[in-house]
């Protein structure tokens, strides 16, 4: 585990002109700002990217400004989710040539075992770097029985890491560590981190949120690591871990009511993007007072905020 991907993998948006266009002034920026903000590690474009709304050409120019942007501080995991196995391929072949540093990939929606299987043995053929298996839950992507994660851990050489966020993420990780053993790198929590203390104390080694408060997320993080471990050998949350978790709540509770509106929004308002516009059918439309509640959320964050 010397060489663990580890820590808050932020993930930024893909910004927008007003004319729908990507604005890669901004996708710049904001990848930069991530990077300032104490990210251990750049994801792009996945969900919270709008990645799935990108055109093929437009996909493979945000990651070629990512990897740049980046800079080789910090690991560039390139988002290579593919309708089919022939797409996600030919997206890992193009982020590999670009610098990416991983790959991480969702299956197609409506795959079965067999698929998957084919599927993430191909795009680990392909990338030849870690692969992370994203497992996520419907409507987004098919959930993963455990056991074929566990053997594509096993069996697929740099299938190494999960990105997990089905609908019980705790206990999915906790059997994924009891039965995949060394053959998994690590695992990585989503949807916000609304749930990384407890992701956390059953083995976690990270968590890829959106990037709009990587600040507080990466005091958070540094907050965990301080606890070490019990005789049980569990990741112990620290009080002021806890204390910092509870306190992002109502941030992660209103990022889960609006997702990618909220997290361009938020970027936008503390200046890191020049539009908060974002391409249907990701859109759910804020309103005057729900900006005005984002606004409030920051504000309260502040002490957390650099």
């Not at 999960?162 to 990780?173: A, F, H, Y």
């Not at 606890?227 to 992660?252: C, F, H, M, N, Y």
Request: proline share 6%.
């Amino acid at each position: 585990m010397k060489d663990q991907m580890r820590g808050v993998y932020s993930i930024p948006v893909t910004p927008f002109n007003e004319d729908g266009s990507v604005d890669f002034t901004s996708l710049t920026r904001c990848v930069e700002w991530c990077v300032e903000k104490g990210a251990h590690g750049i994801v792009l474009p996945v969900n919270a990217s709008e990645g799935p709304f990108l055109t093929d050409s437009e996909r493979s120019a945000v990651i070629e400004t990512g990897v740049k942007a980046t800079g080789g501080a910090v690991p560039f995991v390139a988002g290579v989710s593919g309708i089919t196995t022939t797409h996600a391929v030919e997206y890992t072949k193009a982020a590999v040539d670009a610098g990416a540093d991983s790959v991480i990939a969702a299956p197609p929606n409506g795959a079965g075992s067999g698929l998957m299987i084919d599927y993430y043995g191909a795009v680990a053929e392909a990338a030849g770097v870690p692969v992370w298996v994203q497992n996520n839950k419907p409507p987004a992507s098919p959930t993963i029985p455990t056991s074929l994660i566990v053997r594509m851990l096993k069996e697929i050489e740099h299938v190494d890491y999960v990105k997990e966020e089905s609908l019980v993420p705790g206990q999915v990780m906790t059997e994924l560590f009891e039965q995949s053993g060394d053959a998994c790198r690590g695992v990585m929590g989503g949807m916000g981190g609304r749930f990384l203390t407890d992701e956390y104390h059953r083995g976690s080694c990270g968590t890829m949120p959106s990037g709009h408060i990587t600040d507080a997320h990466r005091k958070l993080w540094d907050a965990l690591e301080k606890g070490g471990r019990d005789g049980d050998g569990l990741q112990v949350v620290t009080d002021e871990a806890q204390a910092i978790w509870e306190k992002l709540l109502p941030s992660l509770n209103f990022e889960f009511l609006f997702s990618i509106t909220a997290y361009k929004m938020a970027f936008y308002r503390r200046g890191v993007i020049k539009t908060p516009v974002t391409r249907n059918p990701a859109a759910k439309k804020m309103d005057r007072l729900d900006v005005e509640e984002l606004d409030r959320i920051l504000e309260r964050l502040s002490p957390l905020l650099d």
